[in-house]
């Protein structure tokens, strides 16, 4: 068997593996990449990206029902042609791929791009391949960025091609006359949404009583009322499925609905049936993976490192490309560094937004935590586009007024959760964002509708007038 040597090896061409294989360039060390899976990052193959395009032309052709009310007619004979959607989805998806494959790994040569598995030997010795193919890479750091696959029970997966994932669901010529979605976080609720204003007949089921892995109770309630306007949820009671002719049938507690077909949007699972873990030498938890630590992405204290979605912390693609640039830069360098993580940032693309950023309502303590909040439905930007729906809530520390986070479903929210997010990371307050310019009629009114509230409440006060900082 042939065995060679790198500086570093990288186990996974996903966002985390590309940023730790940029790094590791860039510190002009010897490496190799090795991927056994698709080519592609998750984002671009199955994830984020063409679920926006579904998105896009759900939320285009479901603008329609608007219509009327601005004097437009004709808009009742619109139609949709859904093979055609469902090309154009994959189009995109395509070019996606084509972008990350073209900028990464098409000018490989073979010998630093290896398309197969690898498995540990020991923790700086990988087995690539089987027979007279296979070989060994002693290395002196490795990278895991494995990533995850969509969660399916085992029982689920016999029923075959009526189970659908995300894996599978952009891949449909044409879309099911119904489906039931079980699991209603961020990948179920979006999709469910789209599904529904496409055409089809669309059911949820989320054992959790929350939608969106919001936190904020009054957020979640307001989320749980919209969307059941367009589509039931069943909430709170494990589904379960059974085969019903060419179709399914699905139960939770008392609620049932026979479906062709059902999306299972669970959670993720670690892509590491093949890396043989064990062969670490330290200890693996319940999901068979080792500890490590999130500011230095090293594993025990081992030149081992492991970083995207494969680690279950934080599976969004900036949070994956960080962790990747952390453990290229550590892996490359021989020397750890821990590095400041990024203010979290959570947002979904459902019609209104979902949104969360820093601090979660269920980690702040009430009694030291002012709270603001804004209902969406005066708000003169988003009443004259249509959507003023929802609410939006940030919390401050009540002594200092320092922002400590926000949740909200609304519209634009795409946009105040980055607002918020960097000024929480720049640690502003409450009265120091009041200070900045607010345009009128702009959406942004609404998050200085939500601070004005609480800044109601906090000690911290700004000198002179709350807008204005005098000069002398």
Same mark, same amino acid.
Request: glycine share 10%; aromatic share 4%.
């Given at each position: 068997?042939q065995e060679?040597?790198?500086?570093?090896a990288?186990?996974?061409?996903?966002?985390?593996?590309?940023?730790?294989?940029?790094?590791?360039?860039?510190?002009g060390k010897?490496?190799?990449?090795?991927n056994? =899976?698709?080519?592609g990052?998750?984002?671009?193959r199955?994830?984020?990206?063409?679920?926006?395009?579904?998105i896009?032309?759900?939320?285009?052709?479901?603008?329609r029902t608007?219509l009327?009310k601005?004097?437009i007619?004709?808009h009742?004979?619109m139609?949709l042609?859904?093979?055609?959607?469902?090309?154009?989805?994959?189009?995109?998806?395509?070019?996606?791929?084509?972008?990350?494959?073209?900028?990464?790994?098409?000018?490989?040569?073979?010998?630093?791009?290896?398309?197969?598995?690898?498995?540990f030997l020991?923790?700086?010795?990988?087995?690539?391949?089987?027979?007279?193919?296979a070989?060994r890479i002693?290395?002196?750091?490795v990278?895991?960025?494995?990533?995850?696959?969509?969660?399916?029970?085992?029982?689920?997966?016999?029923l075959?091609?009526r189970?659908?994932?995300?894996?599978?669901l952009?891949?449909?010529?044409?879309?099911?006359?119904?489906i039931?979605?079980i699991?209603?976080?961020?990948?179920?609720?979006?999709?469910?949404?789209?599904?529904?204003r496409?055409?089809?007949?669309?059911?949820?089921f989320?054992q959790q009583?929350?939608?969106a892995?919001?936190?904020?109770?009054?957020?979640?309630?307001?989320?749980?009322?919209?969307?059941?306007?367009? %589509?039931?949820?069943?909430?709170?009671?494990?589904?379960?499925?059974?085969a019903?002719?060419?179709?399914?049938?699905?139960?939770?507690?008392?609620?049932?609905?026979?479906?062709?077909?059902?999306?299972?949007?669970?959670?993720?699972?670690p892509?590491?049936?093949?890396?043989?873990?064990?062969?670490l030498g330290?200890?693996l938890?319940?999901?068979?993976?080792?500890? %490590?630590?999130?500011?230095?992405?090293?594993?025990?204290?081992l030149?081992?490192?492991?970083?995207?979605?494969?680690?279950?912390q934080?599976?969004i693609?900036?949070?994956?490309?960080?962790e990747?640039?952390?453990?290229?830069?550590?892996?490359?360098? =021989?020397e750890v560094?821990?590095?400041r993580?990024?203010?979290?940032?959570?947002?979904?693309?459902?019609?209104?937004?979902?949104?969360a950023?820093?601090e979660r309502?269920?980690?702040?303590?009430?009694a030291?935590?002012?709270?603001?909040?804004?209902?969406?439905?005066?708000?003169g930007?988003?009443?004259?586009?249509?959507k003023?729906?929802g609410?939006?809530?940030?919390?401050a520390?009540?002594?200092?007024?320092?922002?400590?986070g926000?949740?909200?479903?609304?519209?634009?929210?795409?946009?105040l959760?980055?607002?918020?997010c960097?000024?929480?990371?720049?640690?502003?307050s409450?009265?120091?964002?009041?200070?900045?310019?607010f345009?009128?009629p702009?959406?942004?009114?609404?998050?200085?509708?939500?601070?004005?509230?609480?800044?109601?409440?906090v000690q911290?006060?700004?000198?002179?007038?709350?807008?204005?900082k005098?000069?002398r």
């Amino acid at each position: 068997m042939q065995e060679r040597s790198v500086d570093v090896a990288i186990i996974g061409s996903g966002t985390a593996g590309l940023n730790a294989m940029a790094q590791v360039r860039k510190a002009g060390k010897s490496f190799v990449l090795i991927n056994g =899976g698709e080519p592609g990052t998750t984002c671009a193959r199955v994830g984020c990206m063409p679920s926006k395009a579904m998105i896009q032309v759900a939320e285009d052709y479901h603008r329609r029902t608007h219509l009327g009310k601005y004097g437009i007619d004709g808009h009742e004979a619109m139609t949709l042609d859904i093979p055609e959607a469902m090309e154009h989805v994959q189009d995109l998806r395509d070019i996606f791929v084509d972008r990350v494959l073209g900028s990464s790994t098409d000018d490989m040569p073979e010998d630093l791009f290896i398309q197969d598995y690898a498995r540990f030997l020991e923790p700086t010795l990988l087995a690539v391949g089987q027979g007279a193919d296979a070989q060994r890479i002693r290395a002196g750091a490795v990278v895991i960025a494995t990533g995850s696959t969509p969660l399916v029970p085992a029982a689920w997966r016999e029923l075959g091609e009526r189970i659908l994932t995300t894996d599978t669901l952009f891949e449909l010529e044409d879309l099911p006359r119904s489906i039931a979605v079980i699991g209603l976080g961020t990948i179920g609720l979006e999709l469910g949404q789209s599904l529904h204003r496409l055409g089809v007949e669309v059911t949820g089921f989320d054992q959790q009583t929350q939608i969106a892995g919001l936190r904020d109770p009054a957020v979640n309630e307001a989320a749980i009322a919209l969307m059941q306007k367009e %589509f039931p949820l069943h909430l709170g009671v494990a589904a379960e499925i059974e085969a019903d002719g060419d179709g399914l049938r699905v139960r939770a507690g008392e609620a049932a609905v026979s479906v062709e077909r059902v999306l299972v949007s669970i959670g993720r699972v670690p892509n590491i049936a093949h890396l043989a873990l064990e062969n670490l030498g330290v200890p693996l938890d319940t999901s068979g993976l080792p500890p %490590f630590a999130p500011d230095t992405m090293q594993v025990a204290d081992l030149p081992v490192f492991i970083a995207g979605d494969v680690n279950g912390q934080r599976q969004i693609l900036h949070e994956a490309g960080d962790e990747g640039k952390i453990a290229g830069f550590n892996a490359a360098r =021989g020397e750890v560094r821990a590095f400041r993580r990024k203010t979290p940032m959570h947002i979904n693309f459902c019609d209104p937004n979902i949104c969360a950023v820093g601090e979660r309502f269920d980690a702040l303590e009430p009694a030291t935590t002012a709270v603001g909040e804004i209902n969406l439905a005066p708000v003169g930007r988003a009443l004259i586009m249509g959507k003023n729906r929802g609410v939006l809530r940030v919390y401050a520390d009540k002594a200092d007024g320092r922002l400590r986070g926000m949740e909200m479903i609304g519209p634009k929210g795409e946009h105040l959760a980055h607002l918020m997010c960097w000024c929480i990371q720049q640690g502003l307050s409450v009265g120091e964002l009041l200070r900045m310019p607010f345009y009128h009629p702009v959406i942004e009114e609404a998050l200085q509708a939500a601070l004005y509230d609480a800044y109601g409440k906090v000690q911290q006060k700004n000198e002179g007038l709350t807008e204005l900082k005098m000069i002398r």
